[in-house]
């Protein structure tokens, strides 16, 4: 398969006569291309095959060891102007950037295969949906490819149609973290990645397309890209309700999109849009839908069992890739947190010993969204979901009361850009330290975060209608421990969200945002008293004063650019903290 498109031939032609392949494959993503890929890294001993009778058609990839995360040091923006790419970014001027880029790309396919994927983010016949082609040398990047987005023919007939694309070039290299760098050029919507296997710094149309160009295109053409989980809830009366959220790593992102109903919550079902990424438009009504662009999940293996995620654990039961966890002494995948199996190969292949890993803390599992129990039909609606609330968390200890509502769309975009997240034992670094990661985009965002929030603040003078937002946070703590029981019984709070979204409730206005009343959170069933819950709402003057100076030194890094209309937000904040008694 090649093309009619010119512009994409020549830009193949190019590729090629700088890295030099033995041979050429253009990919049409069927299943049978993907079970040859498979055969080939079998034979190979690129992928090995797990547990057949327990495992179907699930296999296991070992990265090089110095290659198994993403590299924010060695991820760079490369805007024309370096005040374009913001403090939020590493940046290299285009120039410098591609002759560094093309000295390391020279001769680097030789005695490979150059394999040209034809990709689209976001279902092929939605006007919302943005096409990409990656032109890689790694048949585990096109396996993955194929699990993660829609690709093959009916995408490379769209970008015929379209004349229009983003380029992704990566090559593995000879895997020298010296010469490992994942580059970025917004005005030119191209992506350059050498050095690295590892998904993120590899399945280009994940988070180098899908959120760092995505969010420059976004900017540009009046959306947002964002980095955000889906989720469909449907109450007893058939009404349904799609959310919006965003956190940061290690608070509980997956386990919200895959959310299973609590006991006495009979009746309600949630099904998953998407578990990771959203594409928001607004409609002429001046509503925002949202499509996921991707198909697929690459998740965090580590912790998923069937207690405390359920539906991960079953999507990843067959038809699935699992990078760097270890084995069972049944030739069975094996990670910590998962309940059964007895672990005996860690994840570089040697015999467990006592005190080590046995799957790496970052390994992954790369499978179709449709093995997801809870699935939802709509993820493929090329019209998306129209978004009844957006949420923002972190983990934070004490400061933060398990749920606000934010006064109006502008304020809410102050508690998006000042969300914070206590570090934990998975982060390198200080247990504790809060870090700012506004949107939980902070490795993402495409180019300068005041231009971001400027962007953010925009659409409050383009609509009446926009979702309500809000802020939770599932992980306060008081001597005891984790004072909310979390998971399932999160829907509780989403009841909350929706009822205030449907104006079916009151809330009592405070200092940070709309808190609710005393027992307008369900809390039937559960073992938590009125002084506890008192306790999860607890509104610290002098510790929110303190954050708030914390947020303004934040903002200032930004320099002139930051909007003067989220430093008049965070005026009306302080000033409401300063008047507040909470006696």
């Given at each position: 398969?090649?093309?009619?498109?010119?512009?994409?031939?020549?830009?193949?032609?190019?590729?090629?006569?700088?890295?030099?392949?033995?041979?050429?494959?253009?990919?049409?993503?069927?299943?049978?291309?993907?079970?040859?890929?498979?055969?080939?890294?079998?034979?190979?001993?690129?992928?090995?095959?797990?547990?057949?009778?327990?495992?179907?058609?699930?296999?296991?990839?070992?990265?090089?060891?110095?290659?198994?995360?993403?590299?924010?040091?060695?991820?760079?923006?490369?805007?024309?102007?370096?005040?374009?790419?913001?403090?939020?970014?590493?940046?290299?001027?285009?120039?410098e950037?591609?002759?560094?880029?093309?000295?390391?790309?020279?001769?680097?396919?030789?005695?490979?295969?150059?394999?040209?994927?034809?990709?689209?983010?976001?279902?092929?016949?939605?006007?919302?949906?943005?096409c990409?082609?990656?032109?890689?040398?790694?048949?585990?990047?096109?396996?993955?490819?194929?699990?993660?987005?829609?690709?093959?023919?009916?995408?490379?007939?769209?970008i015929?149609?379209?004349?229009?694309?983003?380029?992704?070039?990566?090559?593995?290299?000879?895997?020298?973290?010296?010469?490992?760098?994942?580059?970025?050029?917004?005005?030119?919507?191209?992506?350059?990645?050498?050095?690295?296997?590892?998904?993120?710094?590899?399945?280009?149309?994940?988070?180098?397309?899908?959120?760092?160009?995505?969010?420059?295109?976004?900017?540009?053409?009046?959306?947002?890209?964002?980095?955000?989980?889906?989720?469909?809830?449907?109450?007893?009366?058939?009404?349904?309700?799609?959310?919006?959220?965003?956190?940061?790593?290690?608070?509980?992102?997956?386990?919200?999109?895959?959310?299973?109903?609590?006991?006495?919550?009979?009746?309600?079902?949630v099904?998953?849009?998407?578990?990771?990424?959203?594409?928001l438009?607004?409609?002429?009504?001046?509503?925002?839908?949202?499509?996921?662009?991707?198909?697929?999940?690459?998740?965090?293996?580590?912790?998923?069992?069937?207690?405390?995620?359920?539906?991960?654990?079953?999507?990843?039961?067959?038809?699935?890739?699992?990078?760097?966890?270890?084995?069972?002494?049944?030739?069975?995948?094996?990670?910590?947190?998962r309940?059964?199996?007895?672990?005996?190969?860690?994840?570089?292949?040697?015999?467990?010993?006592?005190?080590?890993?046995?799957a790496?803390?970052?390994?992954?599992?790369?499978?179709?969204?449709?093995?997801n129990?809870?699935?939802s039909?709509?993820?493929?609606?090329?019209?998306?979901?129209?978004?009844?609330?957006?949420?923002?968390?972190g983990?934070?200890?004490?400061?933060?009361?398990?749920?606000?509502?934010?006064?109006?769309?502008?304020?809410?975009?102050?508690?998006?850009?000042?969300?914070?997240?206590?570090?934990?034992?998975?982060?390198?670094?200080?247990?504790?330290?809060?870090?700012?990661?506004?949107?939980?985009?902070?490795?993402?965002?495409?180019?300068?975060?005041?231009?971001?929030?400027?962007?953010?603040?925009?659409?409050?003078?383009?609509?009446?209608?926009?979702?309500?937002i809000?802020?939770?946070?599932?992980?306060?703590?008081?001597?005891?421990?984790?004072?909310?029981?979390?998971?399932?019984?999160n829907?509780?709070?989403?009841?909350?969200?929706?009822?205030?979204?449907q104006?079916?409730?009151?809330?009592?206005?405070?200092?940070?945002?709309?808190?609710?009343?005393?027992?307008?959170?369900?809390?039937?069933?559960?073992?938590?008293?009125?002084?506890?819950?008192?306790?999860?709402?607890?509104?610290?003057?002098?510790?929110?004063?303190?954050?708030?100076?914390?947020?303004?030194?934040?903002?200032?890094?930004?320099?002139?650019?930051?909007?003067?209309?989220?430093?008049?937000?965070?005026?009306?904040?302080?000033?409401?903290?300063?008047?507040?008694?909470?006696?």
């Amino acid at each position: 398969m090649t093309t009619n498109n010119e512009l994409l031939n020549n830009w193949v032609k190019e590729v090629v006569s700088l890295t030099k392949p033995d041979s050429i494959y253009w990919c049409n993503g069927s299943n049978d291309e993907y079970q040859s890929f498979v055969e080939k890294m079998l034979e190979t001993g690129d992928l090995s095959k797990l547990n057949s009778e327990t495992f179907p058609n699930c296999y296991l990839h070992r990265s090089d060891q110095s290659d198994v995360a993403r590299v924010e040091h060695l991820t760079f923006i490369c805007s024309k102007e370096k005040d374009d790419s913001g403090p939020n970014n590493n940046w290299m001027d285009p120039q410098e950037a591609h002759e560094k880029l093309d000295n390391l790309f020279e001769r680097c396919m030789e005695g490979r295969t150059l394999y040209v994927i034809p990709y689209c983010m976001g279902p092929i016949d939605s006007k919302l949906s943005r096409c990409g082609v990656e032109i890689t040398d790694s048949p585990y990047v096109v396996a993955n490819m194929y699990l993660m987005t829609r690709m093959g023919t009916p995408a490379l007939k769209r970008i015929e149609d379209e004349n229009k694309f983003v380029k992704g070039i990566h090559s593995i290299g000879d895997l020298d973290p010296e010469k490992r760098f994942i580059m970025h050029f917004p005005e030119e919507e191209t992506i350059r990645s050498i050095g690295s296997g590892y998904g993120g710094n590899a399945l280009l149309g994940k988070k180098c397309h899908a959120l760092r160009i995505a969010s420059w295109q976004a900017l540009k053409e009046n959306w947002l890209a964002e980095h955000m989980l889906i989720v469909e809830i449907e109450n007893p009366s058939n009404e349904k309700f799609y959310i919006a959220a965003a956190f940061p790593s290690a608070c509980g992102k997956t386990n919200l999109a895959m959310l299973i109903p609590p006991e006495g919550y009979e009746g309600w079902k949630v099904k998953t849009i998407g578990d990771d990424i959203a594409w928001l438009n607004m409609d002429e009504n001046g509503q925002i839908w949202a499509i996921n662009p991707e198909a697929g999940y690459f998740g965090v293996v580590p912790g998923t069992n069937e207690e405390d995620n359920e539906n991960a654990y079953k999507a990843i039961q067959r038809d699935a890739i699992f990078t760097n966890v270890g084995l069972t002494d049944n030739n069975e995948p094996w990670w910590e947190g998962r309940l059964d199996g007895t672990p005996s190969i860690d994840w570089k292949g040697n015999q467990l010993e006592e005190g080590n890993h046995c799957a790496h803390p970052n390994s992954r599992f790369t499978v179709s969204a449709k093995n997801n129990p809870q699935y939802s039909e709509l993820a493929d609606s090329p019209s998306g979901v129209p978004i009844t609330a957006i949420v923002f968390g972190g983990r934070r200890s004490e400061l933060a009361p398990l749920v606000y509502e934010a006064k109006d769309w502008n304020h809410g975009v102050l508690v998006g850009a000042s969300v914070g997240s206590e570090t934990t034992a998975a982060a390198a670094g200080d247990i504790g330290i809060v870090r700012r990661d506004p949107m939980a985009m902070k490795p993402f965002c495409g180019y300068n975060f005041a231009d971001y929030f400027s962007h953010w603040l925009s659409f409050s003078e383009q609509s009446d209608n926009l979702p309500k937002i809000f802020h939770v946070n599932w992980f306060r703590k008081n001597e005891e421990g984790f004072i909310w029981p979390g998971f399932g019984e999160n829907l509780r709070v989403l009841d909350w969200i929706i009822k205030r979204c449907q104006k079916n409730v009151d809330a009592k206005e405070m200092p940070i945002g709309f808190l609710p009343n005393n027992n307008d959170i369900n809390t039937s069933g559960l073992n938590i008293s009125e002084e506890t819950m008192d306790e999860l709402f607890a509104i610290n003057q002098d510790q929110w004063l303190k954050e708030m100076d914390s947020i303004e030194d934040f903002f200032k890094e930004y320099g002139d650019r930051m909007p003067s209309q989220l430093f008049d937000e965070h005026k009306k904040v302080v000033d409401s903290l300063k008047e507040y008694s909470s006696d």
